[in-house]
């Protein structure tokens, strides 16, 4: 099984270097697009790969790309941002390729950025990651050594010039446009759309804002062609896709498996299956923001249309497991105070909201709720849902709560009886 | 002047980078309190004169982010991660044991100024869970007794 992203990612978990990297075809891709390939026809090629972004919402990137404008009468500064703020809870997968192989990121950017005509970039990276940002330093100065990036890369007259941003820590900084505002150096908040950040972005200029995981895919695809690329995939969806599990099963982690790998064979083959006395009661399949999966869909492909149609989200395909023995309606109001906690504050519903959904689940669970509260927590699900809100962040927030009172709604309910006949189900 | 005249070359050649030197403003004060712990309002008011803009558009700023203390703190900052994978696995039974250990609360400073203890969300190494992170490092599968071994390293009582 081919696994391009993580084939650098040494299991002592120091980082690749420039020669290892190189010892393994890279930096190739780029130079066959610098060499053979205009702008445009390197888009065609992310485009014919059928690439989604891997950030979470799987927007085709080559799609993406094309709203760039491009030739004679494009403005003459664009920026292409990598972003690198993997703070959802759940997430852990852009971590293994930030640390472990900087620069497939470095040549990911580069290529993107001559896709685009961009000449200057940066990785947006959370300040927690120390170690990727010290990896990422050295990488950078190692690949403006070797001419990789700056000044008229590898002789073909395109320049690019890569600079870290290491943030200071909050999750909205995850969302495309206000990262771009965090970059500008202002709070996070979101920017209203249109424009989109492809024709107006940071400083105003054309920008495009790509996940870690999305960037490390280029290399491959520019190196191996789009046929390869789509041969990874064991369904319609190409490529590989690093799934990830955490919570109580045996060997939780993180690898690189074809796309559309189930998540059976992710949870009992990858990480060995639930701990002894643990039985696997639900499933988040893409991270703290998308809706709660049961054990009857453990056989769906994990690719973004197979997911989406069991009710869920891909998300970042890193699953979160709920375990029987853990209540379900005290780890809803664990996501939902960090979501509470996290909101900008920018707009109304998701401000005032998602503490209202906290103080509800925290009453249900003090044993003060009432039937009429479970109704109300159904009826925010609605108004904090997509499109009443400036950004997804609550609509987000919102995915585990309504799925949660869809699946386990006795595990609710039993908060409403008196006390003494709940029974101890959970430790 | 708190603020060293390193610490001001720093920060103007990082508003040099950008078309407009408020966009260094994180840059900045993450450079003012690695020298000084934390932001307090009279440093808080020279990176701003050094950056050109005005004091409040600065604290608008650093009041937002998680890792920009506007209280003073101790020298080494324990954040331990409170979101769901850590939760399950035991981050609750490892901030108690650490407030026991070190006798203070959360947002709180032990009293030779050592510690102060502070949520954080997901560190991003949630198969490595509970995680927190001391200072500039992380340390993964943390429980109590781990923590006592890591605490005992750096010296805490």
Same mark, same amino acid.
């Given at each position: 099984?081919?696994? =391009?992203?993580?084939?650098?990612?040494?299991?002592?978990?120091?980082? &690749?270097?420039? &020669?290892?990297?190189?010892?393994?075809?890279?930096?190739?891709?780029?130079?066959?697009?610098?060499?053979?390939?205009?702008?445009?026809?390197?888009?065609?090629?992310?485009?014919?790969?059928?690439?989604?972004?891997?950030?979470?919402?799987?927007?085709?990137?080559?799609?993406?790309?094309?709203?760039?404008?491009?030739?004679?009468?494009? /403005?003459?500064?664009?920026?292409?941002?990598?972003?690198?703020?993997?703070?959802?809870?759940?997430?852990?997968?852009?971590?293994?390729?930030?640390?472990?192989? /900087?620069?497939?990121?470095?040549?990911?950017?580069?290529?993107?950025?001559?896709?685009?005509?961009?000449? $200057?970039?940066?990785?947006?990276? %959370?300040?927690?990651?120390?170690?990727?940002?010290? %990896?990422? #330093?050295?990488? $950078?100065? *190692? &690949?403006?050594?070797?001419?990789?990036?700056?000044?008229?890369?590898?002789?073909?007259?395109?320049?690019?010039?890569?600079?870290?941003?290491?943030?200071?820590?909050?999750?909205?900084?995850?969302?495309?446009?206000?990262?771009?505002?965090?970059?500008?150096?202002?709070?996070?908040?979101?920017?209203?759309? =249109?424009?989109? /950040?492809?024709?107006?972005?940071?400083?105003?200029?054309?920008?495009?804002?790509?996940?870690?995981?999305?960037?490390?895919?280029?290399?491959?695809?520019?190196?191996?062609?789009?046929?390869?690329?789509?041969?990874?995939?064991?369904?319609?969806? =190409?490529?590989?896709?690093?799934?990830?599990?955490?919570?109580?099963?045996?060997?939780?982690?993180?690898?690189?498996?074809?796309?559309?790998?189930?998540? #059976?064979?992710? $949870?009992?083959?990858?990480?060995?299956?639930?701990? !002894?006395?643990y039985?696997?009661k639900?499933?988040?399949?893409?991270?703290?923001?998308? !809706?709660?999966?049961?054990?009857?869909?453990? !056989?769906?492909?994990?690719?973004?249309?197979? $997911?989406?149609? &069991?009710?869920?989200?891909?998300?970042?395909?890193?699953?979160?497991?709920l375990d029987d023995r853990t209540c379900p309606v005290r780890m809803?109001l664990?996501?939902?105070?960090?979501?509470?906690?996290?909101?900008?504050?920018?707009?109304?519903?998701?401000?005032?909201?998602?503490?209202?959904?906290?103080?509800?689940?925290?009453?249900?669970i003090?044993?003060?709720?009432?039937?009429? !509260?479970?109704?109300?927590?159904? %009826?925010?699900?609605?108004?904090?849902?997509?499109?009443?809100?400036?950004?997804?962040?609550?609509?987000?927030?919102? *995915?585990?709560?309504?799925?949660?009172?869809?699946?386990f709604?006795a595990d609710?309910?039993r908060y409403?009886? =008196?006390?003494?006949?709940r029974g101890g189900v959970y430790a | 002047?708190?603020?060293?005249?390193?610490?001001?070359?720093?920060?103007?050649?990082?508003?040099?980078?950008?078309?407009?030197?408020?966009?260094?403003?994180? +840059?900045?004060?993450?450079?003012?309190? @690695?020298?000084?712990?934390?932001?307090?309002? +009279?440093?808080?008011? +020279?990176?701003? +004169?050094?950056?050109?803009?005005?004091?409040?558009?600065?604290?608008?700023?650093?009041?937002?982010?998680?890792?920009?203390?506007? @209280?003073?703190?101790?020298?080494?900052?324990?954040?331990?991660?409170?979101?769901?994978?850590?939760?399950m696995?035991?981050?609750?039974?490892?901030? @108690?044991?650490?407030?026991? @250990?070190?006798?203070?609360?959360?947002?709180?400073?032990?009293?030779?100024?050592?510690?102060?203890?502070?949520?954080?969300?997901?560190?991003?190494?949630?198969?490595?869970?509970?995680?927190?992170?001391?200072?500039?490092?992380?340390?993964?599968?943390?429980?109590?007794?781990?923590?006592?071994?890591?605490?005992?390293?750096?010296?805490?009582?």
């Open positions: 099984m081919d696994k =391009p992203l993580t084939r650098n990612i040494k299991p002592d978990g120091s980082a &690749a270097s420039l &020669a290892e990297y190189r010892a393994g075809g890279g930096y190739e891709g780029l130079k066959k697009a610098l060499a053979e390939l205009a702008p445009l026809e390197v888009q065609q090629q992310v485009k014919d790969s059928g690439l989604r972004g891997r950030g979470g919402a799987g927007f085709p990137t080559g799609m993406k790309w094309s709203f760039v404008p491009m030739g004679e009468d494009a /403005p003459k500064t664009k920026y292409l941002v990598v972003n690198g703020d993997e703070m959802e809870p759940g997430a852990f997968k852009d971590r293994l390729l930030l640390e472990g192989d /900087p620069h497939q990121l470095i040549e990911g950017v580069a290529i993107a950025s001559y896709a685009i005509q961009a000449n $200057i970039a940066y990785i947006f990276l %959370r300040g927690e990651y120390r170690l990727a940002a010290d %990896r990422l #330093r050295r990488a $950078i100065a *190692e &690949a403006e050594e070797y001419k990789l990036l700056g000044a008229n890369i590898l002789g073909s007259g395109f320049s690019l010039d890569l600079r870290l941003h290491t943030s200071a820590g909050r999750y909205i900084c995850g969302e495309e446009t206000a990262l771009l505002n965090s970059l500008e150096g202002k709070r996070a908040n979101p920017r209203a759309k =249109p424009p989109f /950040p492809q024709v107006s972005g940071l400083f105003g200029k054309p920008t495009i804002v790509n996940n870690v995981e999305t960037l490390c895919n280029l290399p491959h695809i520019l190196r191996n062609g789009v046929e390869w690329y789509k041969g990874l995939s064991r369904t319609g969806e =190409p490529g590989t896709k690093i799934y990830g599990v955490s919570g109580r099963v045996k060997r939780p982690g993180a690898w690189e498996l074809p796309m559309g790998t189930t998540a #059976r064979e992710i $949870i009992e083959e990858h990480a060995g299956g639930m701990r !002894d006395g039985r696997l639900g499933y988040m399949p893409g991270g703290a923001s998308t !809706d709660f999966l049961l054990p009857e869909h453990l !056989d769906i492909p994990m690719d973004y249309g197979s $997911i989406g149609k &069991a009710g869920s989200r891909l998300g970042t395909g890193t699953m979160i497991l809803v664990n996501l939902e105070q960090f979501f509470a906690q996290e909101s900008c504050g920018w707009c109304t519903p998701c401000r005032d909201g998602l503490p209202w959904t906290v103080s509800l689940l925290e009453r249900l003090e044993g003060r709720g009432r039937l009429e !509260d479970l109704h109300t927590l159904e %009826r925010l699900c609605g108004l904090l849902g997509p499109g009443n809100t400036f950004c997804a962040l609550a609509p987000g927030a919102v *995915e585990p709560l309504q799925s949660a009172l869809k699946y709604r609710f309910e409403l009886q =008196p006390q003494s006949t | 002047m708190i603020l060293t005249p390193d610490e001001i070359q720093a920060i103007r050649q990082e508003a040099g980078h950008f078309p407009y030197p408020s966009a260094a403003a994180i +840059e900045a004060l993450n450079i003012a309190q @690695r020298g000084h712990d934390w932001i307090s309002d +009279e440093l808080l008011r +020279e990176v701003a +004169e050094v950056l050109g803009i005005s004091p409040a558009d600065l604290d608008s700023v650093a009041t937002f982010y998680n890792l920009i203390y506007r @209280r003073p703190v101790g020298k080494r900052v324990i954040h331990y991660c409170n979101s769901v994978s850590c939760w696995l035991g981050a609750e039974d490892n901030r @108690r044991h650490l407030s026991e @250990r070190l006798g203070i609360g959360l947002g709180e400073t032990t009293g030779d100024g050592e510690y102060t203890l502070l949520p954080i969300v997901c560190l991003g190494a949630c198969d490595k869970a509970p995680v927190l992170m001391i200072g500039d490092e992380t340390h993964f599968n943390v429980d109590p007794a781990k923590l006592d071994d890591i605490l005992g390293e750096t010296g805490a009582p």
